[in-house]
């Protein structure tokens, strides 16, 4: 396999540390951007009744510790190697410390749904639209902006407590640390102006935070900085104090990067499809940012004046978890046994390549949270469309695989993005079925890649900018990158593909008409 990383350079490590809602991940590279090694950690949720998620900062800090100790533990012929530790982690949420570094009460995470009705109010009043003018980015009810709103209301205690504000990579890069920083990604997202790069005090004053303004860490670019590990931290997990470590974007930039989102010159997009659904595409001219709805997300890629544009939608393999799930309650409930999930997945994709097409719609917005791309509504909820008396369980199953893949559509067409062709990664991005779904719903070519973690290696391949390893982001791509891109592509099938652009419409009507049915549904739940 070639290589452009210089022969002295290719026996360096760079640790990936991939923190994600409920697993933590650390794996480690070589200078090829081979996977060497990897270890995990589960990390734990919180919920309440009244739509709360949240984690607790020193447990999620602990399992990052635990995972790195692990990974090196079992693997010291890596030690002398390590050359970085590239931190990446889930988005949006509230995660705060006070002056001395100690936590504030428990993150509220990107699940939790209690900031939705005043991130309604603003979305409806003058507050959206402004703020989208210069973030770039529409009001969900996950970013932290109406969390800390939330927060003054109802918990003022803890605010006044707080020091700095973060997200969770923001978190771990400061217990490795001791540095307080964010990066430009979700800095720019949820409080600045994509166009200048910094914090914008006019969307400060529209939310009505002003006065939190000195919570907000600096702004840290990976790419072009890192920090030194602190010395207890290498003595609990083995290696020399003072390695670089490297705050490395989001982990939905992360993971786009590391698949293959950035390729100068040609028309790509990446979907990262696991527990929620994420679709991103690059803009190389600011005046291609697209400004026409309230549902994207705008953010600074790695390489300059280079934006990357992302509408995410709530749930994705989440409605085919909940299906499965059901129906394991279901055999439990009538003594009988569970399917076993260890083998489960290549059977009934296999079971679904066979089963006939586009017999039912499924809208796929089974978070209790409701939906905040292409669309922002907390009430939406999951609903079949067109169940007869021939419809089976099969028919329903791929039905969610066709939701997913017409939400992922749905996404672009809220981009304004005309892919060549789609990048895609995450748990889904294993099932052959669902790639020719996608393939035929998007009507363009779909390409895998031959690794999984492409967010800790999205991060790693940041650090290894950071160190001097390549000159730019597309010299760190041909190795980082290109390498692990599948050489078989799946296309789109004709014959489906015109089924589904029929369907299509279909699935966009049903639910634009949705809205008044889950206004009466809620309100007549709420009375029980």
Same mark, same amino acid.
């Given at each position: 396999?070639?290589?452009?990383?210089?022969?002295?350079?290719?026996?360096?490590?760079?640790?990936?540390?991939?923190?994600?809602?409920?697993?933590?991940?650390?794996?480690?590279?070589?200078?090829?951007?081979?996977?060497?090694?990897?270890?995990?950690?589960?990390?734990?949720?919180?919920?309440?009744?009244?739509?709360?998620?949240?984690?607790?900062?020193?447990?999620?800090?602990?399992?990052?510790?635990?995972?790195?100790?692990?990974?090196?533990?079992?693997?010291?012929?890596?030690?002398?190697?390590?050359?970085?530790?590239?931190?990446?982690?889930?988005?949006?949420?509230? *995660?705060?410390?006070?002056?001395?570094?100690?936590?504030?009460? $428990?993150?509220?995470?990107?699940? +939790?749904?209690?900031?939705?009705?005043?991130?309604?109010?603003?979305?409806?009043?003058?507050?959206?639209?402004?703020?989208? /003018?210069?973030?770039?980015?529409?009001? $969900?009810?996950?970013?932290?902006?109406?969390?800390?709103? *939330?927060?003054?209301?109802?918990?003022?205690?803890?605010?006044?407590?707080?020091?700095?504000?973060?997200?969770?990579?923001?978190?771990?890069?400061?217990?490795?640390?001791?540095?307080?920083?964010?990066?430009?990604?979700?800095?720019?997202?949820? %409080?600045?102006?994509? /166009? !200048?790069?910094?914090?914008?005090?006019?969307?400060?004053?529209?939310?009505?935070?002003?006065?939190?303004?000195?919570?907000?860490?600096?702004?840290? +670019?990976? !790419?072009?900085?890192?920090?030194?590990?602190?010395? +207890?931290?290498?003595?609990?997990?083995?290696?020399?104090?003072?390695?670089?470590?490297?705050?490395?974007?989001?982990?939905?930039?992360?993971?786009?990067?590391?698949?293959?989102?950035?390729?100068?010159?040609?028309?790509?997009?990446?979907?990262?499809?696991?527990?929620?659904?994420?679709?991103?595409?690059?803009?190389?001219?600011?005046?291609?940012?697209?400004?026409?709805?309230?549902?994207? %997300?705008?953010?600074?890629?790695?390489?300059?004046?280079?934006?990357?544009?992302?509408?995410?939608?709530?749930?994705?393999?989440?409605?085919?978890?909940?299906?499965?799930?059901?129906?394991?309650?279901?055999?439990?409930?009538?003594?009988?046994?569970?399917?076993?999930?260890?083998?489960?997945?290549?059977?009934?994709? +296999?079971?679904?390549?066979?089963?006939?097409?586009?017999?039912?719609?499924?809208?796929?917005?089974?978070?209790?949270?409701?939906?905040?791309?292409?669309?922002? $509504?907390? /009430?939406? /909820?999951?609903?079949?469309?067109?169940?007869? !008396?021939?419809?089976?369980?099969?028919?329903?199953?791929?039905?969610? %695989?066709?939701?997913?893949?017409?939400?992922?559509?749905?996404?672009?067409?809220?981009?304004?993005?005309?892919?060549?062709?789609?990048?895609?990664?995450?748990?889904?991005?294993?099932?052959?079925?669902?790639?020719?779904?996608?393939?035929?719903?998007?009507?363009?070519?779909?390409?895998?890649?031959?690794?999984?973690?492409?967010?800790?290696?999205?991060?790693?391949?940041?650090?290894?900018?950071?160190?001097?390893?390549?000159?730019?982001?597309?010299?760190?791509?041909?190795?980082?990158?290109?390498?692990?891109?599948?050489?078989?592509?799946?296309?789109?099938?004709?014959?489906?593909?015109?089924? %589904?652009?029929?369907?299509?419409?279909?699935?966009?009507?049903?639910?634009? $008409?949705?809205?008044?049915?889950?206004?009466?549904?809620?309100?007549?739940?709420?009375?029980?």
């Amino acid at each position: 396999m070639p290589s452009s990383v210089p022969a002295s350079l290719e026996t360096d490590v760079i640790i990936g540390l991939d923190a994600g809602t409920s697993v933590i991940k650390a794996v480690a590279f070589d200078g090829r951007g081979q996977e060497l090694a990897k270890s995990q950690c589960s990390n734990q949720l919180h919920h309440s009744a009244s739509g709360g998620v949240e984690q607790s900062l020193s447990g999620t800090w602990d399992a990052a510790l635990t995972t790195l100790t692990t990974l090196l533990g079992e693997h010291p012929q890596l030690v002398p190697r390590l050359a970085a530790i590239a931190v990446t982690g889930q988005g949006d949420g509230t *995660w705060m410390i006070d002056a001395e570094g100690h936590p504030v009460g $428990n993150a509220l995470l990107w699940l +939790d749904k209690r900031s939705s009705d005043i991130v309604a109010h603003w979305r409806a009043t003058r507050t959206g639209p402004e703020a989208y /003018r210069r973030t770039g980015t529409g009001l $969900n009810q996950s970013l932290q902006s109406g969390q800390l709103a *939330w927060l003054e209301t109802h918990h003022p205690e803890q605010l006044a407590k707080a020091a700095t504000v973060f997200h969770c990579k923001d978190w771990l890069y400061f217990c490795l640390t001791g540095e307080r920083a964010t990066d430009p990604a979700e800095a720019l997202w949820t %409080y600045g102006d994509y /166009r !200048s790069g910094d914090y914008s005090e006019e969307v400060l004053e529209g939310f009505g935070l002003s006065r939190y303004r000195e919570l907000l860490p600096p702004i840290v +670019d990976g !790419s072009q900085e890192h920090a030194a590990l602190k010395g +207890d931290v290498a003595r609990a997990i083995g290696v020399r104090a003072g390695l670089p470590v490297v705050l490395a974007p989001v982990d939905m930039l992360a993971t786009a990067l590391g698949a293959g989102v950035y390729e100068p010159g040609k028309r790509v997009a990446c979907s990262i499809i696991g527990s929620t659904g994420a679709h991103l595409t690059v803009r190389e001219d600011v005046r291609d940012v697209v400004l026409s709805n309230q549902s994207c %997300y705008t953010m600074p890629c790695v390489a300059p004046q280079t934006w990357v544009q992302l509408c995410s939608n709530m749930a994705a393999t989440l409605n085919l978890e909940w299906f499965l799930k059901g129906l394991n309650e279901m055999l439990q409930a009538l003594g009988e046994t569970p399917l076993n999930a260890e083998g489960l997945l290549p059977r009934l994709d +296999d079971a679904l390549a066979r089963t006939e097409p586009g017999r039912v719609i499924y809208h796929p917005f089974i978070s209790t949270n409701g939906e905040r791309g292409p669309f922002f $509504n907390p /009430r939406a /909820r999951a609903q079949f469309l067109g169940l007869d !008396s021939g419809t089976h369980q099969l028919h329903m199953v791929r039905a969610i %695989y066709e939701g997913v893949a017409f939400a992922a559509r749905d996404c672009y067409h809220a981009l304004e993005a005309h892919p060549e062709e789609l990048r895609l990664t995450g748990g889904a991005a294993r099932s052959r079925t669902l790639c020719s779904i996608l393939a035929a719903v998007m009507g363009v070519p779909v390409r895998t890649l031959t690794r999984d973690e492409t967010g800790a290696a999205g991060a790693a391949m940041v650090a290894s900018l950071s160190l001097g390893h390549h000159r730019t982001l597309a010299d760190a791509c041909q190795t980082w990158v290109t390498p692990f891109l599948a050489e078989e592509r799946v296309m789109p099938d004709p014959d489906l593909q015109n089924l %589904y652009e029929r369907m299509f419409g279909v699935y966009r009507r049903s639910y634009a $008409n949705a809205d008044g049915f889950w206004r009466h549904f809620e309100r007549v739940t709420a009375e029980f």
